[in-house]
C-alpha cells in the first residue's frame, strides 16, 4: 500500500513519448533505507505494463557489484533469444569501449520500435561500474524511441557519491526525492494492519518511533498484530521498545553492507547508546572529527538515524536499529568494545552506573589492573540501591567479584558488600557471601560487621557450620567499655548466636540469667543493646520465668526506640511483635507494621516486605480482622514463594490464619505444599509447632477427632521438650481438650482445661485467658460453666482481639437461651455483629447456636461495609472513602448499598443514628432483615448436651 506518493507516480507514470527529444529520459528516486523506493518502482513498473508498455527490470545488488555489465545482462536477458553474452571484458577494471556502448544504446532504440519501453534500475549504488557508464551514456543522449529510465538510489550511501553514480545523477532529468510519512498516513497504515480504528496516542507512538519509515512502520504494526496487542492508548508505550526480528535482521545485513567508517560508526553509537557524545563516538570508532560528521551525515541519510536536532547527540531512529547494529560485530570484538567504552566514559567522568553498564558486557582482563572496575562497580550497586534497585545492584557486585583476586582482602570487601545487599530478597545467598568473606577478613571486627549482614530469620534453615562461625568470630573479639564498637559487634553477634541455636531448656535458662544479668532496667541507647534484649526477653518469656508486666514494660521501652523502617527485619527486633503479640499489647502495632510494610514497599525490599506482611498479618489475625489477615497473608507467602523460598514466616503466618478461621481448603492446601508435619530435622519451634498445629486442625475439620487430638497433644509433648512454657501463642491444650472431649475422655479434657486457665491466668494477657475460659466454660455443665463463660466474656471486652470476643459472647448467648435467659438474644446479636466486623458473617451457625435463638438476630455488615459506613457518616464523598481504604469507587457504592439495606435506612442521612443503635446492640428499624443459616455450614453440635456420637465439635 503506497501513501503519500501521488506526486512521485504522476511524474513516473507519464507516457513514455514525453520522454523523447532532447531531454534525458532518466529520472532518479532517493530516499533512505525502507522510504518505499523498490514498493514506488514496482508500482511504476505494474502500471506500464498494464498500459501496454514494455518493461526490462534490473536489480543492483551488493554481492554482484564487481560483475561488469551485470545490471544490463539483467535488463537485456529477456530480449535476447541466443543468450550470448553483450560484451565480456577481459577484467573487472576494463572500460566498456564505446562501440558498445553505441551498440547496446541501438539495442534499446530496436526493442522500443514496437512500444514504449521502461527500463527500471533498483539500488544504483550497488551497480557496477560498466552498467554506471551505460546508464549515464543513455542519459546523455537522446534517444529517438519512446523510452524511460527510472532508477532508485539509497540517499546518504557513501557509494551514491562515486564519480560514476555522481555522472549518473548529473545526466538525469529528475531527481525525486521521498519524504517521510506524514502522522496521517502512519495511522492509515496502522489501522490497515490491525483492521480496526487506531487510537490518537497509539497512532502518534508508531509515527515517532519509525519517524515516518514506510517499511519500519510496518514491521513494527506486524509484531504488535502478531502478539495481540490492539491499536489502543494503553499499548502505545510499547511501540519503541518492540524489536521485529525479521526488521533486526535485514538492518544488520544492510549495515554490513555499508563502508567500514559508517558500520563502526554505528557499532560505537550502538555501544554508547545514551552517552552517543559525538566526540565519544568518533574516539571510539577510530574516526576523526571530519569522518565522524561524514559517517554520522550518510547514516542520517540512509534513515537510520533520528532527525538531526540542534545541541543532541546523534541517537538511532529505534531500538531495533540499535540491536541491528550490535548484531553486525562479533561476540568477541562487542565484548572488546563494551570494555573500552567502559575504559573511555570512567575517564570522561560519566556516572558510576552508565561505566557499569558496559562493564557488565565486557569480559573481564586478568592481564590488567581491575581495580578501577570494582571501584566503579561498587560505586554503581549504591546508586542502584539508592533508586530502589537491589537486583541491579547484586548483579554489579557479583561482576565486581570477577576483576578481584581469589583470596584477597578486596574480595572480601565485595563479598561484604554483596551480602549486605542480597539480604534484601537473598537472604541464604547472602548468609553464603558473608560466610565465605570472614576468613578472608584480617582482623575480628572487619569479620564481625561481615556476619552482622546475615538475618537473624535465615538461621532455622543455614548451614550447621553457621553457629560455629559466629561462636569463634564473637570469642574473638575484645569488648572494651560499652561504647566501643568492638562491644556492641560482640552484643550483635551474641544475639545471632542464640537465634541460631536450637530451642532447648537449656537455651532459654541461659536467656533468663542474661536478662536478669542485664538489670531491671536495661541500657537500650544502641541497636546491639536492643538486639541482646529483645532475643533474652523473647526467650524468658517463652520460659514463663517474667510477668507480663515486666514483659510489656521492656517491650515497649524497645520499641520507643525503634522506627519502622525495612532495616529492622535484619536484627533480631522482629522478636519484639511475638512478645507484644502473646502479651496481647497491640496498642502501637498496627501503624507501626502497617508503615513498615508500606516503607518497605516503596524501597522495593523484598525480604523486609515478606517479614513487614508476616508481622502486619498476625497484628490483624490477633485483632480479629479476619479479612484483611487472610489477604494479606495469601499475598506475602505467594511473595515469600517468589522470591524467598527458604523462609517459613510467611507460612506459619497463614498456617495460624487456617487455625483461625477453621479454613478446610487453605488448611488442606498448607498440608499439601509441605507446611506439616514437623519434620525430626526442624529444630525452630515457630516451625515445628505451627505445623504440628495445622495437621491438628485439618484432622478435626475433617471429623477425626482422635488425629487431631494426637497432633495437638504432640504440639504439647514439642514444647515441654523445648522448656516452652508461654501458653498465648500456642493454645494447644484448649483445642486438645475439644478433640479429648469429643472422644468421651472428659477427665483428660477437664485436667487440659483446668491447667490451661492457670496457665494463662498467671501470664494475664486478656486474649489468652479469654480463650481458654471460653473453651473451659463450653465444656463445663451447668452454672459452673456459666459463670466461666460471663468471666471470659468479661475478660476478652479488654482484648484486642474482637473475633474471641465474638465467639465468647455467642457461647454465652447459646448457654442463656438454653437456660431461657432473655439476655440470650441481645448477646448474640452482640457477637454476631462484631463477628460481621471481623469478617466471619456466619460464625453464629459455625458456633451451633439454637434457630429459635439466633434465628431473629439481624445479619450485620461486614468489616469493611462498615468501615465505609462510618467513613460516609463523617462525611467523606464515595472518591475520598476509595482513596482512604485503598479500593475503588465502584467497591465504596456496593459497601454503602448492602449497608443501607441491612440496616434498614434510606441513605447517608441516617446512618450516623443507625451505627450508633448498631452499636449499642440494637436493630436501627423493626424491618431489618434477619440472618439466615448458610445452607452448606451444618450446624456443630452442642458438646454439652448432646452425645458424643452426634457430630464433632469444631476447636476455637
Same mark, same amino acid.
Given at each position: 500500500?503506497?501513501?503519500?506518493?501521488?506526486?512521485?507516480?504522476?511524474?513516473?507514470?507519464?507516457?513514455?513519448?514525453?520522454?523523447?527529444?532532447?531531454?534525458?529520459?532518466?529520472?532518479?528516486?532517493?530516499?533512505?533505507?525502507?522510504?518505499?523506493?523498490?514498493?514506488?518502482?514496482?508500482?511504476?513498473?505494474?502500471?506500464?505494463?498494464?498500459?501496454?508498455?514494455?518493461?526490462?527490470?534490473?536489480?543492483?545488488?551488493?554481492?554482484?557489484?564487481?560483475?561488469?555489465?551485470?545490471?544490463?545482462?539483467?535488463?537485456?536477458?529477456?530480449?535476447?533469444?541466443?543468450?550470448?553474452?553483450?560484451?565480456?571484458?577481459?577484467?573487472?577494471?576494463?572500460?566498456?569501449?564505446?562501440?558498445?556502448?553505441?551498440?547496446?544504446?541501438?539495442?534499446?532504440?530496436?526493442?522500443?520500435?514496437?512500444? =514504449?519501453?521502461?527500463?527500471?534500475?533498483?539500488?544504483?549504488?550497488?551497480?557496477?561500474?560498466?552498467?554506471?557508464?551505460?546508464?549515464?551514456?543513455?542519459?546523455?543522449?537522446?534517444?529517438?524511441?519512446?523510452?524511460?529510465?527510472?532508477?532508485?538510489?539509497?540517499?546518504?550511501?557513501?557509494?551514491?557519491?562515486?564519480?560514476?553514480?555522481?555522472?549518473?545523477?548529473?545526466?538525469?532529468?529528475?531527481?525525486?526525492?521521498?519524504?517521510?510519512?506524514?502522522?496521517?498516513?502512519?495511522?492509515?497504515?496502522?489501522?490497515?494492519?490491525?483492521?480496526?480504528?487506531?487510537?490518537?496516542?497509539?497512532?502518534?507512538?508508531?509515527?515517532?518511533?519509525?519517524?515516518?519509515? =514506510?517499511?519500519?512502520?510496518?514491521?513494527?504494526?506486524?509484531?504488535?498484530?502478531?502478539? *495481540?496487542?490492539?491499536?489502543?492508548?494503553?499499548?502505545?508505550?510499547?511501540?519503541?521498545?518492540?524489536?521485529?526480528?525479521?526488521?533486526?535482521?535485514?538492518?544488520?545485513?544492510?549495515?554490513?553492507?555499508?563502508?567500514?567508517?559508517?558500520?563502526?560508526?554505528?557499532?560505537?553509537?550502538?555501544? +554508547?547508546?545514551?552517552?552517543?557524545?559525538?566526540?565519544?563516538?568518533?574516539?571510539?570508532?577510530?574516526?576523526?572529527?571530519?569522518?565522524?560528521?561524514?559517517?554520522?551525515?550518510?547514516?542520517?541519510?540512509?534513515?537510520?538515524?533520528?532527525?538531526?536536532?540542534?545541541?543532541?547527540? =546523534?541517537?538511532?531512529?529505534?531500538?531495533?536499529?540499535?540491536?541491528?547494529?550490535?548484531?553486525?560485530?562479533?561476540?568477541?570484538?562487542?565484548?572488546?568494545?563494551?570494555?573500552?567504552?567502559?575504559?573511555?566514559?570512567?575517564?570522561?567522568?560519566?556516572?558510576?552506573?552508565?561505566?557499569?553498564?558496559?562493564?557488565?558486557?565486557?569480559?573481564?582482563?586478568?592481564?590488567?589492573?581491575?581495580?578501577?572496575?570494582?571501584?566503579?562497580?561498587?560505586?554503581?550497586?549504591?546508586?542502584?540501591?539508592?533508586?530502589?534497585?537491589?537486583?541491579?545492584?547484586?548483579?554489579?557486585?557479583?561482576?565486581?567479584?570477577?576483576?578481584?583476586?581469589?583470596?584477597?582482602?578486596?574480595?572480601?570487601?565485595?563479598?561484604?558488600?554483596?551480602?549486605?545487599?542480597?539480604?534484601?530478597?537473598?537472604?541464604?545467598?547472602?548468609?553464603?557471601?558473608?560466610?565465605?568473606?570472614?576468613?578472608?577478613?584480617?582482623?575480628?571486627?572487619?569479620?564481625?560487621?561481615?556476619?552482622?549482614?546475615?538475618?537473624?530469620?535465615?538461621?532455622?534453615?543455614?548451614?550447621?557450620?553457621?553457629?560455629?562461625?559466629?561462636?569463634?568470630?564473637?570469642?574473638?573479639?575484645?569488648?572494651?567499655?560499652?561504647?566501643?564498637?568492638?562491644?556492641?559487634?560482640?552484643?550483635?553477634?551474641?544475639?545471632?548466636?542464640?537465634?541460631?541455636?536450637?530451642?532447648?531448656?537449656?537455651?532459654?535458662?541461659?536467656?533468663?540469667?542474661?536478662?536478669?544479668?542485664?538489670?531491671?532496667?536495661?541500657?537500650?541507647?544502641?541497636?546491639?543493646? %536492643?538486639?541482646?534484649?529483645?532475643?533474652?526477653?523473647?526467650?524468658?518469656?517463652?520460659?514463663?520465668?517474667?510477668?507480663?508486666?515486666?514483659?510489656?514494660?521492656?517491650?515497649?521501652?524497645?520499641?520507643?526506640?525503634?522506627?519502622?523502617?525495612?532495616?529492622?527485619?535484619?536484627?533480631?527486633?522482629?522478636?519484639?511483635?511475638?512478645?507484644?503479640?502473646?502479651?496481647?499489647?497491640?496498642?502501637?502495632?498496627?501503624?507501626?507494621?502497617?508503615?513498615?510494610?508500606?516503607?518497605?514497599?516503596?524501597?522495593?525490599?523484598?525480604?523486609?516486605?515478606?517479614?513487614?506482611?508476616?508481622?502486619?498479618?498476625?497484628?490483624?489475625?490477633?485483632? *480479629?480482622?479476619?479479612?484483611?489477615?487472610?489477604?494479606?497473608?495469601?499475598?506475602?507467602?505467594?511473595?515469600?514463594?517468589?522470591?524467598?523460598?527458604?523462609?517459613?514466616?510467611?507460612?506459619?503466618?497463614?498456617?495460624?490464619?487456617?487455625?483461625?478461621?477453621?479454613?478446610?481448603?487453605?488448611?488442606?492446601?498448607?498440608?499439601?505444599?509441605?507446611?506439616?508435619?514437623?519434620?525430626?530435622?526442624?529444630?525452630?519451634?515457630?516451625?515445628?509447632?505451627?505445623?504440628?498445629?495445622?495437621?491438628?486442625?485439618?484432622?478435626?475439620?475433617?471429623?477425626?477427632?482422635?488425629?487431631?487430638?494426637?497432633?495437638?497433644?504432640?504440639?504439647?509433648?514439642?514444647?515441654?521438650?523445648?522448656?516452652?512454657?508461654?501458653?498465648?501463642?500456642?493454645?494447644?491444650?484448649?483445642?486438645?481438650?475439644?478433640?479429648?472431649?469429643? +472422644?468421651?475422655?472428659?477427665?483428660?479434657?477437664?485436667?487440659?482445661?483446668?491447667?490451661?486457665?492457670?496457665?494463662?491466668?498467671?501470664?494475664?494477657?486478656?486474649?489468652?485467658?479469654?480463650?481458654?475460659?471460653?473453651?473451659?466454660?463450653?465444656?463445663?455443665?451447668?452454672?459452673?460453666?456459666?459463670?466461666?463463660?460471663?468471666?471470659?466474656?468479661?475478660?476478652?471486652?479488654?482484648?484486642?482481639?474482637?473475633?474471641?470476643?465474638?465467639?465468647?459472647?455467642?457461647?454465652?448467648?447459646?448457654?442463656?437461651?438454653?437456660? *431461657?435467659?432473655?439476655?440470650?438474644?441481645?448477646?448474640?446479636?452482640?457477637?454476631?455483629?462484631?463477628?460481621?466486623?471481623? *469478617?466471619?458473617?456466619?460464625?453464629?451457625?459455625?458456633?451451633?447456636?439454637?434457630?429459635?435463638?439466633?434465628?431473629?438476630?439481624?445479619?450485620?455488615?461486614?468489616?469493611?461495609?462498615?468501615?465505609?459506613?462510618?467513613?460516609?457518616?463523617?462525611?467523606?464523598?464515595?472518591?475520598?472513602?476509595?482513596?482512604?481504604?485503598?479500593?475503588?469507587?465502584?467497591?465504596?457504592?456496593?459497601?454503602?448499598?448492602?449497608?443501607?439495606?441491612? +440496616?434498614?435506612?434510606?441513605?447517608?442521612?441516617?446512618?450516623?443514628?443507625?451505627?450508633?443503635?448498631?452499636?449499642?446492640?440494637?436493630?436501627?428499624?423493626?424491618?431489618?432483615?434477619?440472618?439466615?443459616?448458610?445452607?452448606?455450614?451444618?450446624?456443630?453440635?452442642?458438646?454439652?448436651?448432646?452425645?458424643?456420637? %452426634?457430630?464433632?465439635?469444631?476447636?476455637?
Amino acid at each position: 500500500m503506497l501513501l503519500e506518493r501521488e506526486a512521485e507516480l504522476r511524474a513516473l507514470t507519464g507516457t513514455p513519448d514525453a520522454a523523447t527529444g532532447a531531454g534525458s529520459p532518466l529520472t532518479v528516486v532517493v530516499g533512505g533505507f525502507g522510504a518505499g523506493k523498490s514498493e514506488l518502482l514496482d508500482e511504476v513498473s505494474a502500471r506500464a505494463e498494464d498500459s501496454g508498455t514494455r518493461v526490462l527490470r534490473a536489480d543492483a545488488a551488493w554481492s554482484e557489484r564487481d560483475f561488469p555489465l551485470g545490471v544490463v545482462h539483467q535488463l537485456f536477458e529477456p530480449a535476447q533469444a541466443d543468450g550470448r553474452l553483450l560484451y565480456d571484458p577481459a577484467s573487472p577494471e576494463e572500460a566498456v569501449p564505446h562501440p558498445v556502448l553505441r551498440r547496446l544504446r541501438a539495442q534499446v532504440e530496436d526493442i522500443a520500435a514496437d512500444a =514504449p519501453l521502461l527500463i527500471a534500475v533498483d539500488d544504483l549504488h550497488w551497480a557496477d561500474e560498466a552498467s554506471l557508464r551505460w546508464l549515464a551514456y543513455v542519459a546523455k543522449r537522446p534517444l529517438v524511441r519512446p523510452v524511460t529510465v527510472v532508477a532508485t538510489l539509497a540517499d546518504g550511501d557513501p557509494r551514491g557519491a562515486t564519480p560514476l553514480v555522481r555522472d549518473v545523477l548529473e545526466s538525469s532529468a529528475t531527481v525525486l526525492r521521498l519524504r517521510p510519512l506524514s502522522r496521517q498516513a502512519v495511522r492509515a497504515m496502522v489501522e490497515r494492519q490491525f483492521g480496526e480504528p487506531a487510537d490518537e496516542a497509539f497512532a502518534d507512538a508508531c509515527h515517532r518511533a519509525a519517524g515516518g519509515n =514506510p517499511m519500519l512502520t510496518v514491521h513494527l504494526g506486524d509484531e504488535l498484530h502478531r502478539a *495481540g496487542l490492539r491499536p489502543s492508548a494503553e499499548h502505545a508505550g510499547t511501540v519503541a521498545r518492540v524489536c521485529p526480528p525479521p526488521l533486526r535482521d535485514h538492518l544488520t545485513l544492510r549495515i554490513r553492507q555499508l563502508p567500514s567508517p559508517l558500520t563502526e560508526f554505528a557499532t560505537a553509537l550502538a555501544v +554508547l547508546a545514551e552517552q552517543a557524545d559525538r566526540s565519544l563516538v568518533g574516539t571510539l570508532a577510530g574516526l576523526d572529527p571530519v569522518g565522524c560528521a561524514v559517517a554520522e551525515r550518510a547514516l542520517r541519510g540512509l534513515g537510520l538515524l533520528a532527525p538531526h536536532t540542534d545541541g543532541r547527540p =546523534p541517537a538511532f531512529l529505534h531500538q531495533v536499529v540499535l540491536e541491528a547494529a550490535r548484531e553486525t560485530v562479533a561476540a568477541a570484538d562487542l565484548h572488546r568494545l563494551m570494555g573500552d567504552a567502559a575504559v573511555l566514559l570512567h575517564r570522561t567522568g560519566h556516572p558510576a552506573e552508565q561505566v557499569a553498564a558496559r562493564l557488565m558486557a565486557a569480559h573481564p582482563d586478568t592481564s590488567r589492573d581491575g581495580r578501577w572496575a570494582v571501584t566503579v562497580l561498587r560505586a554503581a550497586a549504591e546508586a542502584a540501591l539508592d533508586r530502589g534497585a537491589p537486583q541491579e545492584a547484586v548483579c554489579y557486585l557479583r561482576r565486581s567479584l570477577r576483576e578481584t583476586s581469589t583470596d584477597g582482602e578486596d574480595r572480601a570487601a565485595v563479598l561484604v558488600d554483596l551480602a549486605g545487599v542480597e539480604r534484601v530478597y537473598d537472604p541464604w545467598m547472602a548468609a553464603r557471601h558473608a560466610s565465605q568473606a570472614v576468613p578472608l577478613l584480617p582482623s575480628a571486627r572487619q569479620r564481625a560487621v561481615a556476619l552482622t549482614r546475615i538475618s537473624p530469620p535465615v538461621f532455622d534453615t543455614a548451614p550447621p557450620q553457621t553457629a560455629d562461625l559466629l561462636r569463634t568470630v564473637e570469642a574473638a573479639l575484645v569488648p572494651g567499655a560499652p561504647e566501643e564498637v568492638e562491644h556492641q559487634l560482640s552484643l550483635r553477634l551474641r544475639a545471632r548466636l542464640h537465634c541460631a541455636e536450637p530451642t532447648t531448656p537449656e537455651r532459654l535458662a541461659g536467656a533468663v540469667r542474661r536478662l536478669r544479668d542485664l538489670g531491671p532496667e536495661p541500657r537500650l541507647s544502641t541497636v546491639a543493646e %536492643r538486639e541482646l534484649a529483645t532475643v533474652m526477653l523473647h526467650d524468658a518469656m517463652a520460659a514463663g520465668q517474667v510477668t507480663r508486666a515486666d514483659t510489656l514494660r521492656l517491650a515497649r521501652r524497645i520499641l520507643a526506640h525503634e522506627p519502622p523502617v525495612p532495616e529492622v527485619t535484619y536484627t533480631t527486633l522482629p522478636l519484639l511483635l511475638l512478645i507484644l503479640l502473646s502479651a496481647d499489647a497491640l496498642e502501637d502495632l498496627p501503624a507501626w507494621t502497617q508503615t513498615l510494610l508500606d516503607r518497605a514497599v516503596e524501597q522495593n525490599a523484598l525480604v523486609p516486605r515478606v517479614m513487614a506482611g508476616t508481622g502486619r498479618s498476625l497484628v490483624l489475625l490477633s485483632s *480479629g480482622d479476619m479479612t484483611r489477615a487472610r489477604a494479606l497473608a495469601l499475598e506475602t507467602r505467594q511473595l515469600a514463594v517468589d522470591c524467598w523460598p527458604s523462609n517459613t514466616a510467611a507460612t506459619i503466618a497463614l498456617s495460624m490464619v487456617a487455625i483461625e478461621t477453621m479454613d478446610a481448603r487453605l488448611c488442606d492446601r498448607l498440608v499439601d505444599e509441605g507446611a506439616g508435619p514437623e519434620s525430626p530435622d526442624v529444630t525452630d519451634v515457630y516451625r515445628g509447632v505451627s505445623h504440628r498445629m495445622l495437621r491438628g486442625q485439618q484432622a478435626w475439620l475433617r471429623r477425626d477427632p482422635a488425629a487431631a487430638a494426637d497432633h495437638f497433644l504432640a504440639c504439647g509433648r514439642r514444647l515441654e521438650q523445648a522448656g516452652w512454657h508461654d501458653s498465648a501463642l500456642f493454645p494447644w491444650r484448649s483445642l486438645a481438650a475439644l478433640a479429648l472431649h469429643r +472422644l468421651g475422655d472428659r477427665a483428660a479434657a477437664d485436667e487440659l482445661t483446668r491447667e490451661a486457665c492457670d496457665r494463662t491466668r498467671a501470664w494475664g494477657a486478656p486474649a489468652a485467658l479469654g480463650r481458654a475460659l471460653r473453651v473451659r466454660g463450653t465444656l463445663s455443665e451447668g452454672a459452673p460453666g456459666t459463670v466461666l463463660l460471663t468471666e471470659a466474656v468479661e475478660v476478652l471486652r479488654a482484648s484486642h482481639n474482637r473475633l474471641e470476643l465474638a465467639r465468647a459472647l455467642l457461647e454465652l448467648g447459646r448457654r442463656r437461651a438454653r437456660e *431461657g435467659d432473655r439476655r440470650a438474644t441481645a448477646l448474640l446479636r452482640e457477637g454476631t455483629v462484631l463477628a460481621g466486623e471481623c *469478617g466471619v458473617p456466619d460464625l453464629a451457625a459455625r458456633t451451633g447456636s439454637p434457630p429459635t435463638a439466633w434465628a431473629a438476630v439481624p445479619a450485620g455488615p461486614t468489616g469493611g461495609q462498615l468501615t465505609a459506613a462510618r467513613l460516609a457518616a463523617r462525611g467523606l464523598s464515595n472518591r475520598e472513602i476509595a482513596a482512604e481504604l485503598g479500593v475503588t469507587q465502584r467497591a465504596v457504592e456496593k459497601h454503602l448499598t448492602a449497608v443501607y439495606r441491612k +440496616l434498614n435506612v434510606s441513605g447517608r442521612s441516617c446512618l450516623a443514628e443507625a451505627l450508633h443503635q448498631l452499636e449499642k446492640g440494637r436493630p436501627s428499624a423493626p424491618g431489618m432483615p434477619r440472618l439466615s443459616v448458610p445452607a452448606d455450614i451444618p450446624p456443630e453440635p452442642d458438646t454439652v448436651t448432646r452425645p458424643p456420637s %452426634r457430630g464433632n465439635p469444631r476447636p476455637r
